[in-house]
């Protein structure tokens, strides 16, 4: 039976996709002006880097002084313009010397992105991730020297992640507007190679590569290659070759765009393991290839995997099959890092793009030596067991290492992912069944039906974990003890308990919708209450005990001791709650002392 090019090839496509828009936002991010020289001051610490520089006058234009930010993955700052009333503004200070002036505000590019936050009473916000160039003409006097001019200055800027700020921090930076210095090469200083160190980088980096192939991540996906020799086994030398070409082809294709992020937005290898979307995105990618090993469904790629019956696994690979192989092998294999590579990727950090590019190819054409040597000599194939039922079993054993795969993926992700994620599995596996079930004689309605009617349930499926099942604490809880309770009310505190438990699910509507808010966040941090979480989760005598002392037995309950007088009874809030009857309770109880 022929595959059907013109059906969906999403589930393969996912990777690709991934990287590429990854790829498109860092150079939409990079990039700052051409300039004379700069100097790049690193932060010892905080979640970015500064370099300034100056683009001298031309065509009877002012100078330009240009300040760039390259901001940590998973961080953001906020606009220099960002409104008062909402979070930190970003503010640049500029020590100029005499008889040099800017000639404008800095304005910034890319422009922040706005948008209203619930933190913040929804005012407007303004954030920048990635990359930002802020920039402002400058003019000086005919009595300058620009051989002793120098502008120094600093980014104060406050840098926050999905669910925390840092301290603002300093960043300073510095610039010159003498041509006598270092010289440099677009917006970076041009150094030095040493090329024998680089040789020897270029070696241990080809030997890492090939030892990637052995890492635990990467195992479970070569046995795809290996069904793919035995299918080889008896074609010509030249198909053979082509066809493990265009596996190495894709192979590196990967490792150069994870060399382009590294090289303009400074990304380590496997850096892109930090972004939840990321992660999760990979986990069910990874869990519907299982689903194909395993027969629920088959990609319709030539060779890719087959459907679970040892004939139809025995269909002849194509490029496209052979090509997206190694991209997922590629992609894999990013969370290892196997010997060799550490000090290699150390080496990195201080090089030229060039050399950046460099040592990713010399990684990547180690990973794929082995498909490239069986490609050259074919006759090593013959070894390997002839196609049979054994390759049905083999497949579907892989499988299961691809699922075992997946529970280390979702070690990856902190457990207020876990729940969404598993929903969106779930959606996954719904939308490779429907599309297993329906046959290559169906109906082309019925085909198209499948094709579009699954991912568009696992999409609605992830929507709705992500909107309704996921939720992050707003609130600074801390565990709940009896001594902690007593603790905070001799100091004069306002306590709020929430006794819950995760196999409550009264008490997780509680915690979204009616405690877990920003208008309580507010009051509680107004009012400095101190919030304490009694998770009886897990079998607790101690809080067992302390709901019958409140003289109940049972979980959701909310209670909260006022401060004054300090043998005031608490005010208890038990089943269902909304968002007004706490932000009432805790009105009622009053601030703590000294408030």
Not at 37 to 65: H, I, N, R
Request: a positive charge; hydrophobic letters at 50%; proline letters at 9%.
């Amino acid at each position: 039976m022929k595959h059907s090019w013109s059906r969906p090839v999403l589930a393969v496509l996912t990777p690709v996709v991934i990287l590429a828009a990854w790829f498109a936002a860092s150079l939409l991010n990079a990039g700052a002006p051409a300039g004379r020289a700069f100097d790049a001051v690193p932060a010892d610490e905080g979640v970015m880097t500064v370099e300034s520089g100056f683009v001298p006058p031309a065509a009877g234009k002012p100078g330009c002084l240009w300040i760039r930010a390259n901001i940590k993955p998973g961080w953001h700052i906020y606009s220099i313009t960002q409104p008062k009333g909402g979070p930190l503004a970003t503010k640049i200070k500029i020590n100029l010397p005499q008889g040099v002036r800017l000639a404008g505000e800095f304005s910034a590019s890319p422009t922040p992105k706005k948008n209203t936050d619930p933190a913040f009473d929804n005012l407007p916000v303004e954030t920048h991730v990635g990359t930002v160039t802020w920039s402002a003409p400058l003019e000086s006097d005919a009595s300058v020297d620009p051989a002793t001019a120098k502008i120094g200055g600093k980014v104060t800027a406050q840098g926050c992640d999905a669910s925390s700020c840092e301290p603002p921090r300093d960043y300073p930076f510095s610039a010159f507007l003498s041509a006598k210095t270092p010289t440099t090469s677009g917006t970076t200083v041009a150094r030095s190679i040493d090329y024998a160190d680089l040789a020897v980088k270029l070696s241990l980096a080809f030997l890492g590569g090939l030892i990637l192939n052995l890492m635990p991540c990467v195992l479970p996906v070569i046995s795809l290659k290996i069904l793919a020799f035995v299918q080889q086994a008896g074609e010509s030398r030249g198909r053979i070759f082509a066809l493990n070409v265009w596996y190495s082809l894709g192979l590196l294709s990967v490792f150069m765009v994870l060399a382009t992020l590294a090289a303009s937005a400074g990304l380590a290898w496997g850096e892109q393991f930090t972004l939840p979307w990321f992660k999760v995105a990979m986990t069910a990618f990874v869990f519907a290839m299982a689903l194909s090993f395993l027969g629920v469904w088959q990609i319709p790629i030539p060779g890719f995997v087959g459907a679970g019956r040892a004939n139809q696994l025995q269909s002849k690979e194509g490029p496209s099959g052979a090509f997206f192989k190694g991209v997922f092998t590629t992609i894999l294999a990013t969370p290892c890092s196997g010997p060799f590579l550490g000090s290699v990727f150390g080496y990195l950090l201080k090089q030229p793009s060039q050399v950046v590019y460099y040592v990713f190819a010399a990684i990547g054409l180690g990973m794929a030596s082995p498909y490239l040597v069986v490609g050259a000599f074919p006759r090593l194939i013959r070894s390997l067991p002839k196609p049979g039922a054994w390759m049905d079993a083999f497949e579907q054993l892989m499988g299961f290492l691809l699922l075992a795969t997946v529970v280390y993926l979702f070690n990856t992700l902190t457990h207020w992912y876990f729940v969404p994620a598993a929903a969106l599995l779930v959606g996954v596996w719904f939308a490779c069944w429907w599309i297993g079930r329906t046959p290559l004689t169906a109906t082309p309605r019925a085909r198209i039906a499948a094709w579009l009617g699954g991912p568009v349930v696992a999409a609605l499926v992830g929507v709705f974990a992500f909107t309704v099942l996921f939720w992050e604490p707003v609130i600074p809880w801390q565990p709940f003890t009896p001594e902690a309770l007593q603790r905070a009310r001799a100091e004069g505190k306002t306590v709020m308990i929430d006794f819950t438990a995760n196999w409550c699910p009264n008490c997780k509507l509680n915690s979204k919708f009616a405690i877990e808010r920003t208008s309580v966040l507010k009051l509680v941090s107004e009012n400095g209450v101190v919030p304490m979480l009694a998770d009886w989760t897990d079998h607790s005598p101690t809080i067992k005990k302390s709901l019958h002392d409140l003289g109940y037995n049972s979980i959701p309950l909310l209670a909260i001791w006022p401060a004054n007088p300090a043998d005031a009874k608490p005010i208890v809030l038990p089943d269902l709650l909304s968002e007004g009857a706490v932000l009432d309770a805790l009105k009622k109880a009053g601030p703590s002392r000294g408030q």
